[in-house]
């Protein structure tokens, strides 16, 4: 018979495994990569993989209907198509720089879940002297 002791820790020990296995998976599919779109394009092993791309919105490739927006963002080398669902960002524009997750579809455009507004690292006065 195996003494109390013994049974107590290696219960333990299965414990603290199975709840290092647990965050290890979890932190693990929720890891979510963030490339520009030339980078993402040299990635192909990335193709089925939820993403977050940078890029500016291209000028004149925004199209607004039905509840869905369809533009493209570009890092002046690469291009994606992007499809959103939803409301868009207060600060999207086009020429915007735009972070944009989801997932490639079959047609090679980015389905996207979420789309977030960036803003330039230095502050701007707007309307100086007012």
Known sequence: ???ARRKLFVGAAIIVLG???AAYHGARSSMVYYLTTTEFAL???LRAARVRIAGKVEQGS???ADGESRFAITDGTTRYRVRFRGPLPDLFAEGKEVLVEGRLDG???LAASQVISTHPVEYKEKHPGR
Request: proline letters at 13%; aromatic letters at 6%; a neutral charge.
């Open 1 to 3: 018979m195996i003494p």
């Open 19 to 21: 709840l290092v296995f």
């Open 43 to 45: 990635r192909p092993e």
């Open 62 to 64: 925004v199209v607004k």
């Open 107 to 109: 047609e090679g455009i």
